[in-house]
């Protein structure tokens, strides 16, 4: 059957185009149920005899949602008693078109093979097929072909067998009427849900309707959000910005708008003016007059108390206004006027029980102080307190306080480990769940050999003394090395890497899996995979004594460490010995071992110091990040011991490798892919960035200069102090606070000139050494075997805007990873310090103006000691010079790069927030220090009371 | 124009039967030959129309497009012919061998149409001076068999009855324009062709004229009348055409025939085409297919 | 196959937001997005001797692509004894597309770019197939006028010109059937409409004459991966014997009408 799809386009130039396409009409779609006799069908997946455990429909039934149902309520559908669901193409479609993530979880439910969900073609059906009828909307012919699809299932199981029925979800109660007219089935989804025996969590999890929660009390409390239309309109003529809303961590009560295609931040105060824009959603704003402009109150506000849902808003903005802001301090303000995209997403925080004892009606604290609290409906409130649970917003009407949400599901008890740690990668996006079965299957069947094929394909080089070096504990080895001397009085370098992309093929389930994760993270005390286990510490993983796959980069050099020849060959490698960086470092240090491993190791070394001289000839910087390690208790795995990570000559051995193969490798796919080349960059930073180093460097006596990397790599080197050997680094890692992010880019999207990598001096850089745990590697692997005719290309590859798309999502993880590796630390230190009080050594970093950032070098860590606070009461007043860049407090002046000595212990008095607190020992300031930790009484078990000084 | 040879006494032959109102095919002198018209046939554009008068094919495509009205007149809409004569009718027309024939039928449809009563242009204005709609009549001419003139016009005309232009909404706000399509596929205007001229050619033959000259007559034809009449015998061109010369009484006396031959032509075909519409859909469509 | 019958549906979008970004080439349940599987060919409609003035014509719907071919000859070679060939006869082909074929109105019908490429492709596939030797120093005509383009025009325009020239008796080694092909989520699809032909994919064009397999002319748009091509050919060469399965049908329903007519005449 055949039938033609026609409609108009407006295209680019204004014009209207009128297009035409065939849409053919089958009569071989089947209808996926194990009883039909009628389609002949292969494995069908709705089941048999699905028992029912809903009280308004007694017998078997598969359900068919709606498509707004599938949006809303994705969550219901998810939980796993919801069985033998049929998604029709019109829901899908619309799905599809209106929520990205909505549809890739609806996907996930479909090719789950336990959850019983059919997609069922309708559209292509001819008997389901419907046309758009004179004067109806393209929503009511979508929602009448649902019905068409449910009438065609009804009558169909009814002809298998007469006991199955197709039961209609809709929460729209024209269509639910229409259907129950036809003959069929419908109930809205909150009929169903509360149908069901121990509905209790699954009740929790429906989205509430728009109206479902209101006040009685209609009173508008916000002003109206305006429509789409007129805000584009606005936005065209200048009326209104565009901008990305980023609320304030500080003060519930401001935020900031980054107006897009433009550099300027814009500051709204007060929740008229906030207008129930949430973190990250993109909004229009107007300009406010300028006599009304304010400035960031500098007051932290936390909103504690619960307030009803009509709480008088304009009253609680009113407060904030009373005081006219100064003209000079003003910043340009606007207030937000309308939505143009919300990007809320599930959200992990506490409940904060109601005060009522029967009340249903509950608040949710989020974790991420940035997110407003949320309504929630719930009929366990006691056993969800106490608990981490994960909270979706549904709407936030105009006339409440809060935004409204639902309950999605429980993580744990507050302050469990596993409970901590995933809301640690909720809330920084880190795709953790377990691989699925779709992206399993794409795994190499074992046992796993090593084939003629293969062997003929690939280099072998086994007989090489390869080992690889590594940090202890590491399974993951991505990387190997090699190092012989040639005939010709040469020298022979392998960098061997692991082959992850002979393994994962472009397209299916198991790489786009990884292009999404996009790197693996690595917690404290866990690790969340890029790519499934077998292959990361197994297949790929380049073990001593097997036999690995490897894309290997061989250089001829002589003993200059000059290059004289690269290639780059797909091999068969078996390494000799897997090593951690100690082990490698006593071999080189032990001259009585002169085997061929150690040989070529001294050799690696030699040639790595000739590098990394050259390097940081040419400006490459060396900068300094405190890095810690966390000794855990193999039982309790509670860390027991903090200290900061050691760099051995090793490490910069192989770091030199890995970057020389890197940047090989970059002018190499560059050369062949000059337009869709991945390579990575790092800009250099604005000359203000270095601001604060400059100042900070003064204060001592030494003149950095920045105009180059070369030149700061230079005056950092020569600003030492011979009496203070911390004070380099220091300063090192100051520099560290004023560089720009490093990016992935697409070579085809930006000019050759901006190619730069700052840190490490080089004209082009790409990541080409870690497969396994990221997946820009990957990519570059990939390039890389294309370009040496190792591997076929495919066109997503050589696509300039689809590999920038992917390349932007790898920025997006990356720095979402290292986020998350931060907060997995202090969440460590966190643990550690619960039950501990410490005295320990630190220095000033910087002077603010009410508190000292101080560095703690032992445990790698730097915490903010808070001079002035509004809680604390009494003692001595500390006076900001902001000139020499001073606190003073009496006799007692801190500069920065003071040493002091501090009392570490943790402020239990926000249980989701755990603190680190820092209190001043030396110098002794009266009033203000506390005595050591030796001689104080610590209970540690009664934790908020404040420590009251003697 | 495409030519048939034919010797002294063929030619005698038709002349003489004209002028006994009796042609080589039957007909009397004000007769037209069988035409078949078929609207709709190209779904790609916003109105189409098939005719086929004896072996003369022709197909008609118009296209609604926005554009910018002439300067002269900002409130109207545009109304553009283009004609392609297509090889398939003869070797001849190859490369841009077709090219003069086919400016010649353009500039006759243009000045037929260029008379304000025709066709209300002023629903084609979109905003004044700035938009319109702009209306491509493309013509294909697939098959020559005589009075292509003619058999271009009902196509045309049949086209523009087919067509169907999307409703716009235009906003305007602070200087802002916006035009937004309605998204309603059956939210649409239809033109009012009640008045388009069709095209009446006058063969002068011997003595004698006729309607709709077959291509043996047009052969015998020295010179003929073209003119564009409305269904009220309004004449909105007229064209003298051919090598001979015609005395003023007979061109008194060959548009008298032609207004005549004109409001009937345009009556019948209005009749053709709106009982093809009543049939709408669930007409069976055959196009090229018979 | 399956079974074909004809409705019209109508739904407009104007948002750029709708427009052909996120679609899905090829769905995960299989499917294409005018609902055709991966191996399946657009409905086929034709008929021979559209024209009575032409010496062969024939008109050819696939899908929404319609092409009216013309053969006129073989006759006297029309630009003087100077082009004749003295050995063969000289092909002759234009390539010409209706203004209002394609979604966007054309400006001209012919003499750009891309329809003096289609002209010369035509030239070559027709000379590789028409027995050319059997009339030296003449001309064969062949006209293709493309009425409404929705992807495949190549394919249309040999298919149709085929038919003409059988329906004007000139002497072929074969029919000549032309197919096309592209490759999407790892899977060869025939028969490629405008909307994948446009989505930057791989485009494979090839004609061949079907009984013996031979390929006339082959075409390779975008970048494919060699070990894919084969897939990709063999699909191709598979729907081009489709295709020669259907138009010899309808050689033979017009054969058998025409001559059941002559009967009627005769007696």
Not at chain 1, 651 to 659: C, D, K
Not at chain 1, 702 to 726: C, H, M, N, R
Not at chain 1, 850 to 866: F, M, S, V
Not at chain 3, 185 to 205: H, Q
Request: charge should be neutral.
């Amino acid at each position: 059957m055949l039938t033609n799809k026609i409609f108009l386009k407006k295209t680019k130039k204004g014009g209207v185009m009128k297009i035409v396409r065939e849409h053919y009409l089958r009569d071989d779609i089947t209808c996926g149920t194990e009883i039909c006799a009628f389609c002949n069908q292969k494995s069908p997946c709705l089941q048999e005899n699905p028992s029912s455990r809903s009280g308004l429909v007694t017998t078997s039934h598969y359900l068919l949602p709606d498509t707004n149902v599938v949006l809303h309520q994705i969550d219901v559908l998810e939980d796993s008693s919801i069985q033998n669901v049929i998604i029709l193409q019109t829901v899908l479609d619309e799905v599809r078109h209106r929520s990205a993530p909505a549809h890739r979880r609806l996907k996930d439910m479909i090719s789950n093979p336990d959850k019983h969900f059919y997609s069922f073609c309708n559209e292509f059906n001819k008997d389901t097929y419907i046309e758009r009828l004179r004067g109806e909307k393209s929503n009511d012919r979508n929602d009448r072909a649902i019905r068409q699809a449910a009438k065609w299932y009804a009558d169909h199981l009814k002809k298998c067998d007469g006991n199955l029925k197709v039961v209609l979800l809709t929460n729209d109660a024209d269509n639910k009427s229409k259907a129950k007219d036809m003959g069929l089935e419908a109930y809205t989804i909150y009929e169903y849900v509360k149908s069901l025996k121990d509905a209790g969590l699954l009740m929790d999890r429906l989205s509430v309707p728009d109206t479902g929660l209101a006040v009685e009390d209609n009173r508008v409390q916000f002003p109206e959000h305006l429509p789409l239309l007129e805000i584009q309109r606005g936005i065209k003529s200048g009326k209104y910005l565009q901008g990305t809303f980023q609320a304030s961590r500080e003060n519930y009560m401001e935020a900031n708008v980054s107006v897009h295609n433009d550099d300027r931040m814009i500051f709204i105060q007060g929740h008229m003016n906030l207008n129930r824009a949430v973190q990250d959603d993109v909004v229009a704003i107007e300009m406010l007059k300028e006599c009304d402009w304010g400035c960031p109150s500098s007051l932290v506000m936390e909103e504690t108390e619960e307030k009803p849902d009509d709480a008088d808003i304009e009253g609680e903005d009113l407060k904030l206004k009373r005081n006219k802001v100064p003209k000079e301090q003003r910043q340009p303000s606007a207030r937000v006027v309308g939505i143009i995209k919300r990007n809320w997403r599930q959200y992990c925080g506490i409940l904060q029980q109601s005060a009522l004892k029967e009340a249903t009606r509950h608040l949710f604290v989020p974790a991420e102080k940035r997110i407003p609290k949320i309504r929630i409906e719930t009929r366990q409130a006691n056993v969800l307190a106490g608990q981490r649970i994960v909270v979706a917003i549904d709407s936030w009407p105009k006339n409440s306080r809060y935004p409204h949400g639902h309950f999605v599901r429980m993580l744990g008890n507050v302050g469990d480990r596993e409970t901590e740690n995933e809301v640690l990668l909720l809330e920084h996006d880190v795709p953790h769940n377990n691989f699925s079965d779709s992206v399993l299957s794409f795994l190499p069947k074992m046992p796993w050999i090593i084939t003629e094929e293969d062997m003929k394909r690939r280099r072998d080089l086994r007989h090489l003394y390869i080992c690889s070096v590594d940090p202890p504990g590491c399974t993951d080895i991505d990387d190997a090395l090699h190092y012989r001397e040639l005939e010709n009085g040469n020298i022979e370098v392998g960098v061997h890497i692991a082959d992850v992309s002979h393994f994962i093929r472009p397209g299916n389930a198991l790489d786009k899996e990884a292009a999404n994760r996009g790197t693996t993270v690595y917690l404290v005390d866990m690790r969340i995979d890029m790519v499934p286990d077998l292959l990361s510490s197994n297949l790929c993983s380049l073990r001593s004594n097997v036999e690995r796959f490897a894309f290997s980069v061989l250089w001829e050099m002589n003993h200059d460490a000059e290059i004289i020849k690269t290639e780059f060959t797909k091999s068969i490698i078996n390494s000799k010995a897997s090593l951690t960086y100690a082990e490698a470092q006593m071999r080189i240090d032990d001259k009585g071992k002169n085997d061929p491993l150690t040989l070529g190791l001294r050799g690696l070394n030699r040639l790595a110091k000739i590098l990394k001289r050259k390097r940081t000839e040419n400006g490459a910087l060396t900068l300094a990040s405190p890095e810690i390690r966390f000794h855990i208790d193999s039982e309790t795995h509670d860390p027991i011991d903090v200290q900061s990570k050691q760099l051995l000559e090793t490490n910069s051995m192989v770091e030199e490798f890995m970057l020389l193969a890197n940047i090989s490798t970059a002018q190499k796919i560059y050369e062949e892919f000059p337009n869709c080349a991945v390579l990575r960059r790092h800009p250099s930073p604005p000359p203000s960035n270095f601001d604060p180093l400059l100042k900070a460097a003064l204060s001592k006596g030494f003149s950095i200069t920045v105009s180059s990397g070369k030149e700061l790599a230079d005056s950092l080197d020569k600003a030492v102090l011979p009496e203070d050997q911390y004070f380099n680094t220091m300063l090192r890692i100051m520099a560290t606070r004023c560089m720009m992010q490093a990016v992935y880019f697409c070579s085809g999207t930006i000019s050759e000139s901006e190619f730069f990598h700052y840190g490490l001096a080089s004209e082009i850089y790409t990541h080409f050494t870690s497969p396994i745990r990221r997946y820009s590697d990957i990519l570059v692997h990939r390039l890389l075997a294309v370009s040496i005719g190792a591997d076929a290309s495919y066109p997503e590859l050589l696509d300039k805007y689809k590999t920038q798309s992917v390349c932007n999502n790898l920025n997006y993880r990356h720095k979402m990873a290292q986020y998350a590796g931060r907060a997995s630390v202090n969440l460590q230190t966190h643990l550690f310090f619960k039950k501990r009080v410490i005295d320990e050594e630190g220095y000033v970093l910087f002077v603010r103006k009410n508190a000292l950032q101080i560095l703690i070098p032992r445990y790698g860590l730097e915490a903010t000691l808070y001079l002035n606070t509004d809680r604390r009461k009494q003692g001595p007043t500390f006076e900001f010079d902001e000139e020499k860049n001073v606190q003073r407090c009496g006799v007692v002046t801190f500069h920065v790069f003071d040493r002091v000595i501090v009392q570490l212990s943790i402020d239990r008095s926000n249980i989701q927030h755990l603190k680190l607190k820092l209190e001043l020992v030396k110098p002794e300031v009266p009033g203000f220090s506390v005595p050591k930790a030796s001689q104080r009484d610590v209970n540690l078990d009664e934790p908020p009371t404040k420590k009251v000084k003697t | 124009m495409v030519d048939v040879l034919l010797s002294d006494a063929e030619k005698t032959f038709i002349i003489h039967g004209i002028q006994d109102n009796l042609r080589d095919d039957g007909r009397g002198c004000e007769d037209y030959r069988h035409m078949e018209i078929e609207t709709d046939v190209v779904s790609s554009t916003s109105g189409s129309a098939k005719v086929r008068l004896a072996n003369t094919e022709i197909l008609v495509g118009v296209k609604a497009e926005l554009g910018e009205p002439s300067s002269g007149k900002p409130d109207k809409g545009r109304l553009e012919f283009f004609v392609d004569c297509s090889a398939n009718a003869t070797p001849e027309f190859e490369g841009r061998g077709g090219e003069d024939l086919a400016l010649e039928i353009s500039n006759m449809l243009t000045r037929a149409y260029d008379c304000p009563k025709c066709l209300d242009l002023g629903k084609l204005c979109v905003i004044k001076g700035q938009q319109c709609w702009v209306l491509y009549v493309d013509i294909l001419l697939l098959e020559c068999g005589g009075n292509l003139f003619d058999a271009a016009s009902v196509a045309v005309k049949a086209a523009l009855y087919n067509t169907c232009i999307p409703t716009v909404t235009v906003s305007q706000d602070e200087g802002h324009v916006d035009i937004e399509l309605s998204d309603d596929p059956f939210d649409v205007q239809h033109l009012d062709v009640t008045s388009a001229p069709c095209i009446v050619t006058l063969s002068k033959i011997g003595h004698s004229h006729v309607v709709d000259a077959s291509q043996k007559e047009e052969a015998c034809c020295l010179a003929r009348l073209m003119m564009g009449v409305t269904e009220k015998g309004t004449v909105t061109a007229l064209k003298k055409e051919g090598s001979g010369s015609l005395d003023p009484s007979s061109v008194e006396e060959m548009m008298e025939t032609g207004k005549r031959v004109g409001q009937a032509l345009n009556k019948s075909l209005m009749e053709v085409l709106c009982l093809e519409e009543q049939k709408g859909k669930k007409k069976e469509k055959t196009g090229f297919l018979r | 196959m399956f079974s074909c019958y004809i409705v019209t549906f109508c739904s407009p979008r104007i948002r750029k937001t709708s427009s052909m970004a996120g679609m899905e080439l090829l769905s995960d349940q299989g499917f294409r997005i005018d609902g055709r599987k991966p191996k399946e060919l657009r409905r086929i409609q034709c008929r021979l001797g559209v024209f009575n003035q032409a010496d062969g014509s024939a008109y050819i719907e696939q899908g929404n692509t319609k092409v009216l071919a013309a053969v006129y000859g073989p006759h006297e070679t029309a630009g003087g004894r100077g082009k004749a060939l003295h050995d063969r006869v000289l092909v002759n082909c234009q390539y010409s597309m209706a203004t209002f074929s394609t979604g966007e109105r054309k400006r001209r019908p012919r003499g750009d770019r891309k329809s003096k490429e289609m002209t010369m492709h035509l030239q070559q596939t027709f000379n590789a197939a028409i027995m050319t030797s059997l009339y030296p120093r003449s001309q064969i005509d062949i006209y293709v006028e493309v009425l409404q383009s929705d992807g495949g025009n190549y394919c249309a325009s040999v298919n149709a010109a085929t038919l003409a020239l059988i329906d004007a008796g000139i002497p072929m080694k074969d029919y000549v059937c032309a197919c096309s092909a592209s490759f999407v989520k790892d899977c060869p699809m025939v028969d490629i409409n405008f909307l994948e032909e446009s989505s930057g994919g791989p485009e494979l064009i090839v004609a061949t004459l079907p009984k013996s397999s031979q390929i006339v002319f082959l075409e390779m748009n975008s970048r494919l991966h060699e070990d894919n091509l084969s897939k990709v050919l063999d699909v191709a060469v598979k729907g081009t014997k489709d295709v020669y399965q259907v138009l010899d049908n309808a050689v033979r329903d017009h054969i058998s009408e025409v001559s059941a007519f002559h009967k009627l005449d005769q007696s």
